[in-house]
């Protein structure tokens, strides 16, 4: 119980006014850059509307999940054979077949109308979702705000709601990656974004106390590197796409991080199933120790029937005694994730309430205004960015519970986008940030984006 109190006493109670702060704050949108894209948006949306309703051979709503079924299915459509999942096919309560699920797409994704369709979908959610709410700003604050919750997510980490969800602006996709461009600092000021470097398998690796995974960190190495090396170094073209190569490693070793299946991990990997199987049994050979303490914790959750983080968060886990396999496999995962994750949504929050102490201590007028998973954002004034950035590395590295260096990776730009690109990094020695924040600057009076 004494946990719990501290937890809230500790970390929950100081975290409210700093969210306020944040949800009053709001974003600084760029709305020229979103006119731009809307537009540029618009026109790629309606052109893959046309080339649909051509294929089709007559008129339809593509927005519509029924008419597109009709026309993906039906003999008046195209007639394609009608998808199963899970050995079912996916019925809408409506009746028709549903087109919704990404299961279903994927399983005819080779079809040319199936990636017009999701060309199309994708187009009108980054237009609807995100574009439409960007240019709207409130009308006296000028700026977009959002709300952040602290207890709603079951991983114990912020969530974000209201009209636009700012952890759900898309990264993945370079159309999606371009709606970070258009949040940018107030007049004068930059983006400055600090985030956890690997923050979850750094954790994963102090409490597993996995020798080799350990013996990497302590050197500086790169995990992934030497795990790619491991994994695929035997093969002719390694030193030609070793870059490649560490991709599909990092990808692997977060989906086993997190204890997906082959399936999952497959296509996360985008490797044959094969592939993926010898490449999972490497990995379980050399950090055998990260294996080991799985099954350990596996272990202690049937006994408990609760998974616990080192700050005291519990989670009941009441599927962990079911007689269904798939449910006991489900709840062991779930457990194990939450003893990493929710310990990272914890050190997280603690970082954000010091981080704001240490900032108001010194009367600092830069301001996080976004929060998403291991990463803050601040509108910071070019003047204080040394200074953030010093108090960043000291702040995200202290944390006792964890017998590892937690490093902080920080960089700036003219906008959320461009804080991203690898020449706007800071070194960990901050000896490239006063030119780094020269260029980013001028770049800023000149408006570059």
Not at 13 to 40: N, R, S
Not at 152 to 171: A, E, G, K
Not at 308 to 335: C, M, N, Q, W
Not at 383 to 395: D, K
Request: negative net charge; proline residues 4%.
């Amino acid at each position: 119980m004494s946990k719990l109190w501290d937890i809230y006493n500790q970390i929950e109670l100081p975290l409210v006014p700093i969210i306020v702060a944040m949800e009053e704050y709001g974003a600084q949108i760029d709305q020229e850059q979103v006119k731009k894209l809307t537009t540029t948006y618009t026109i790629e949306r309606d052109r893959v509307d046309k080339e649909i309703q051509e294929m089709a051979g007559y008129e339809f709503n593509v927005k519509s999940p029924q008419q597109v079924s009709d026309f993906l299915f039906s003999e008046k459509g195209i007639g394609l054979p009608i998808p199963r999942i899970d050995g079912r096919v996916p019925i809408t309560e409506t009746g028709y077949v549903s087109t919704d699920s990404t299961k279903v797409l994927e399983q005819m994704e080779s079809h040319p109308s199936i990636i017009l369709i999701r060309e199309f979908r994708m187009y009108e959610k980054l237009i609807s979702t995100y574009l439409v709410e960007l240019g709207n700003p409130h009308p006296i604050s000028g700026k977009v705000h959002t709300h952040f919750n602290q207890t709603r997510t079951r991983s114990y980490r912020l969530s974000s709601s209201d009209r636009l969800n700012f952890q759900n602006i898309p990264v993945k996709t370079d159309h999606g990656k371009l709606l970070r461009a258009t949040f940018i600092g107030t007049p004068g000021n930059v983006i400055f974004k600090a985030d956890y470097d690997q923050m979850e398998l750094r954790a994963e690796t102090a409490l597993s106390r996995d020798e080799a995974k350990l013996a990497i960190y302590e050197v500086g190495g790169d995990i992934h590197g030497e795990a790619a090396l491991v994994a695929f170094g035997n093969r002719p073209d390694y030193t030609e796409h070793a870059k490649t190569y560490r991709k599909y490693t990092k990808n692997g070793i977060f989906s086993m991080l997190y204890r997906s299946g082959i399936g999952k991990r497959s296509a996360a990997m985008g490797l044959t199933f094969d592939e993926t199987k010898a490449f999972t049994k490497a990995m379980e050979s050399l950090f055998a120790g990260s294996e080991a303490y799985f099954h350990d914790v596996v272990k202690e959750l049937h006994k408990l029937g609760y998974a616990e983080t080192l700050f005291g968060h519990r989670r009941h886990l009441p599927h962990i005694k079911s007689v269904r396999k798939k449910y006991v496999a489900d709840a062991e995962r779930e457990g194990y994730n939450h003893i990493v994750q929710s310990l990272c949504a914890g050190i997280m929050k603690r970082a954000m309430v010091n981080l704001d102490a240490e900032m108001q201590l010194r009367g600092m007028k830069s301001r996080c205004f976004i929060q998403v998973h291991d990463e803050l954002v601040f509108d910071a004034l070019p003047s204080e960015v040394p200074l953030l950035f010093e108090l960043v590395e000291r702040v995200f590295s202290d944390v006792p519970e964890l017998d590892i260096e937690m490093k902080a990776s920080s960089s700036i730009g003219p906008n959320w986008l461009a804080a991203d690109y690898d020449e706007n990094e800071i070194k960990t020695d901050g000896s490239n940030l006063h030119a780094v924040l020269e260029r980013v600057t001028n770049d800023e009076q000149q408006g570059s984006i």
